[in-house]
Structure formats: C-alpha cells, structure tokens
C-alpha cells in the first residue's frame, strides 16, 4: 500500500496525549510514524498532505447509523452512507440492524460486513438483540460475536421487557459486548410524535414525556446492579442518544455507584430545542425527539463534565416522499454524518470552551472504546491508519443540496458549522477530500 | 408571527399569522361584505375555484365555507377523505397537487393531523384556509367567535385594536387538550386585551397550556371561573382523540357542565358560546343552549360572514396590504 505523509499539522491524539505540531507517516494501512516536525524530511510518499494550519486527528468513530442496507436503498445504501461518514470525518462506523429484514442472524451480519457492499470507511455492524428486533427470544450472540458483532440492539426500539433485557445484559457479558439500548418505554409513548411540553401543546402533537426515557435507562441501571449481585458478571449497558436530564442524571449516579454503563448524545440533542419543529418540520421530527432547552442544556452540561462518554450521530436518511407528509405520519430520523463535527466545534468548543482534544475524544477515541475497536480511535504508532484532517476555525454552512447520503432529511441546511474536513484516511487509503 | 413567503399571501393556517391590523382588516371587510347588495356580492369571486378538501366530518365548517364561496360566485368543489383517491393511500400532497391542476386557487382543508395544513401550502403554494386541523387550530372559529362577542357586547364589530376587549373575561371550559377552537381563541383573544381562563381537570387541560401566551391562566374550579368571566365558551368532550384516556362523565357533569343553576348563581349576565357539536346534558344543559344568554346560533351565523371575508382574502382581494403571510 501506498505511504501517505501528512505534514505540518497540529496533531491531536487523546489516547496518547498529544496536542502538537507532528508530522505522521501512515504505511500498509498503519501508522508508522508521529514525529517531530522535519523529522520525516526526504521520506518519499505515493502521497503528501499539507495540513499546515489544520489539526490531525484519528479518524471520527460514530457507534450509531442506519445505512438503510439492505431492504432500503431507496433511503441510503452502505456505500453512499459511509461516503457520507467520510465527507464527516469519520473513518468507522456501527450500523444498526433495523434493516429489511432486521440484521439478526451470521447470514445477515456477513452479507452487510461484505466488502462487496461497498463501504467507503472501516463497517461494524451491532446485529439485533432479540429476533426480528421482536423484543423476545434473544439472537445468538455468541455465533454473532465471532462473526464480528461489536454489541447488540434493537435500536428504533427498545428491549422493553426486563426478563428480556436481563437475559440480554447476561448473555452480552458474556460474550464481552454492550448492550445498546434504546430508552423508550413505548407503552407510554404510542401516538406521540415530539417532545411532551408546551410546544406540543401549542402544535396539537401528543408528546413523549420525560418519563418515557427515564424510566427505561432506571430499570436498565437496576438490571445491571442485580446482575453484578446475581450473577458476578459486570455487563456494559450502552444507553444510545440520551436526551433527558433526568435519563442523565441516573446514569451519572449509575457511574458513580461503579456501574459499567457508558452514553452517547446526538449532535440534534445538543444542538436544537423542540421549538425547531416551527411549523411542522419533519426535518426536526426524530426518536427521542428534540427536548426543551433545559434538557438540551443538561445534554450540553452532561458532555462537558464527562458524564457523556461519546457522541454519536444516528444518522437516519429517509426519502423526500416520506419526509412530505402530515408530522404524525412522517417517519423519525435524520442525516447527521456531515454536519456532526461542525456541530460539536461550534457548540461545545466555540460555546463552551471545551478544548479540542476533548471534542476530538469524544468522536474517536472515546467511541471506539465502547465498542472495543482494537487499533482505532487513536493516532500512535501501529494504530490504524485512520486519519481526519479538519480545520478547526473554518465557519462555513452547511448545503444540503452536496450532501454524500442518499437523503436530504437534515434539519441543518443552511446552518453554521465551525470546523471543515479537508481530507479523511481510513486504513491509509484518502477516502474524502475536501 | 410573520411568516416567510414560502406561503401564498391570503393563507390562514394560524390565529398567530395574523397581526391585530389584520383581524381587524378581516372584521371591516365582514362588515362590508355583509352590507353589500347579493348581486354584487356574487361578482367578487366569479370565475374562481374553491376546493374544499376534508378528512374529518363537518357540518358548520364545511357548509359555512361552501355556502360563503357560492355568495361569492365561486365555484366550489368538495373532496372528502370518503369517496376520493385519498381512499387508494394518495397522499395530501399529491391529492393538493391534483386540486391545483384541476384549477383550485384556494384550498379549504379540514384534516385530522395537526399541521397538515402547513404541509398542503407549501407543496401546492396555493392559499389555504385551515378549517380545523387535528388537536391544533380553527382559526376561522376564532374570528367568528370574536365577531360574536363583539356583537353581542356591542362593542363595534368593523374593527379592532390591541385594547379592544380589554377587560373582558372569557372562560373556556372542557376538553381543552383536544380543542383546536380552544388554541385559536387562547392565542387570538388576549391579543385584544382579554383575559382568557382555562377550566377543566387536569387530564384535559394540562399545566403545558399555559404556554399559549400571555393572558392565559388556568382555573380548575368552573364556579370560581364563571364569576370572573363575562362570556363563558363551553367544548365538547372529544371521543373520537382521547386516545385511552379515561373519564367519570358523571364527575365531569357535577363539575364541568354549564347549566341554569350555576349560571344564574356565577355568571348571570355572561355570553354563552359553544363552537358546537354539542352535546346536550353533558357538557351544556339544554336549557342553557337554548336560553337568552346563549350566543350559539349567532355564532354559526358569524361563520358565514366571516368566512366569506377570508375567502375574499385568500383569493387576493379585499384590499389587504397588511397581509402578513
């Protein structure tokens, strides 16, 4: 494989604590050097960046997208989905397994890690907890894990039923993965199509309510307490796009009482309030929906005092014709992959001063942990050559109209971003330039 | 609330898209259009074509709307959600598409989704007139129902300012969660100067309500309320949205309902208003309906007249320059 020399970046690695002025040398997918500027002078490369001006980062970790692959291609496929990771920053990405048919078997799982798929970046994959995401009889993790499932979900729903949940956490142990849940208690939530509150009750929608996250994210805590009592197993609860104070301050107890819980938070959580919805867009119509201000700045506390292990996307294209409907009846989700970066700078770095490496942990290093991905989320000797090159003061906007994905549904068209990918590496090969 | 021009000028799919000078635009032109000779009216609209689109029963709405268009001279036709392709799974854009390429100028939808009429103007770009949209909005009820106080108050019903019902109290009591006519006229009336109340039990009328805006309070007790209030609105119980919630009608009737004897005990003077359908001995008592303090049949009246001057508005005309959508 071709080397790639990257020179005069400031290079950001939270692993290894650097945060200065590197030049890398990336060689048979790996990275072979990080060393001082002019050290690599005289090396030849197939390929040289100049990243004066522009930090150098592992490439972006996101644990959460729907690539819509297989079944709904129309919405998104694997290989238009991860080119829109790669124009994000992001070098690997963990695809959900509510496809059509639902990702729940080896078969399944081995037809979408397929290179013939044509995934642009690093592809995992987290196959359905229960069969068919039924929320019943639970999958076979263990053949599932040595077919390389890096956790399971039945993510768009939740595992709702504790026995199912407990035997899902124990078997998960186990086998050493997460559990990645989505916390909705769906009995409480039926018809609802945004957050409870007055902006709800001003627009006619009926509204989830807090409680409808909580309580979920409490049982699921509880579960893993009598497990570690029970059982003698430590099984890792992943609580996927937390959007609530409340669902917040339980699992920051929970990591207090030593737990083995970890969270992500959406850019869309952080970023925008309920009162995006304006009059009835469906680009700001997703589960769990946009809260009120003071749960997106509980997101935005919880993220900088580390409470917040990671953030993830949950990028979820859908096509304009669904998009285009009565807000009741259009469906959840929205793209997130290109705009997650200029996102987090602008919010959390520009508005909270939280320091770069942070944020940059936060996308990579921090993600890649949950799900155990050997090898990423970190710029050192050895490590993947998985690189993203991003000005960090570049304010630009974000035009929906170019984007990679096969779908348009962002509520971000036209929004400020701070920080632009110039260039992204994923195993040494340069998969988007900027 | 000034919305952005990706509505056609003439839209009302919110009370909050009207400024004060509008309202009043709306009244002035209601009373002008009444005054005005049949033959002449029936001029103004000649040639046009009026949709009216419903996915939800009507009696006063829809016959209101249509019996103002045809005053107008327009030529309406209906479209129910019943005997349409919208049966076949058309969905609201392409059934709009297909009202504009039929020649529709102004689209009068009634729908059960909240804010599908939000969704039908931006995708045809035509005018259209929310005629009750799910748990939302009935603007055009809301605007009757002032027309109605002010009439009967005789407060001068061509036209009004941000003090013209300064003072005044208005109850509107019952199932408030699910009431479109209870969000328009909460959203509307206080930015004339009045005090809205709120009355029910916590299951139909959630604290949230409060953030309709300013001068809106939340009563529970109905006694407590109709003594402050001068007109007191009364709502139906709406079956068909509460979705499983559960209710002890009997409890609701001792605390909720309107009759002869708390009226005459709290509110002896007050307007009584009912957006209808009503259900008699449930929420009203019959005697109240059909007593002299009732405004109800005026208030079907005012529909007419004051959907007429939102056709004329929709359709261009009437000489708005302060149109704000």
Redesign the interface.
Known sequence: MSDVLILNGRVIDPVSGVDDARDVLLRDGRVAAVDSPGALKGVAAAETIDAAGMVVAPGLVDVHVHLREPGQTYKETIATGTAAAAAGGFTAVVAMPNTVPVNDSVAGLNWMLDAARGSVVKLFAMPAATVGSMGGELTDFDALCKAGAVGFTDDGKPVLEDHVMRAALVAAARAGVPVSQHAEDTRLT??CSMN???????????GMTVEAEARIVERDIRLLREIEKAEGLRPHLHVQHVSTARAMDAIRQAKREGLHVTCEVAPHHFALTDEAIG??DTRAKMNPPLRAEADRAAMVAALVDGTVDCIATDHAPHAA?EK??????APNGITGLETALGLALRVLHKGQAMPLARVVQLMSAAPAGIVEMDGRGALRVGSFADVVVFDAAAEWSFDVAKTRSKSRNSPFDGAAMLGRVMTTVCEGRVVYRG | MVRSSKYAAGCLLSVRDLSVADVSAVLGLTTRLEAMPKVERAEILAGRRIALLFYESSTRTRTSFELAAKSLGATTTLVSDKSSSIEKGESLKDTGLTLRALGAECIILRHPASGAPFLLARETGLAVLNAGDGMHEHPSQALLDLRTILTRLGLGASRVDADSLRGLTVVITGDILHSRVARSNAMLLPRLGAKVLLCGPEKLLPEDALGLGEGVEIVRDLDAALSRAQVAMMLRIQKERLAGLELDLGDYIARYQLNGERLAARAPKALVMHPGPMIRGLEIAGDVADGPNSAIEEQVSHGLAVRSALLVRANGLGGFESVTV
């Open positions: 039926g018809g409870a509150g007055p902006v709800a009750f001003r627009l006619g929608l009926r009059d009835y014709h285009e409907q009565e807000f009741e009846r």
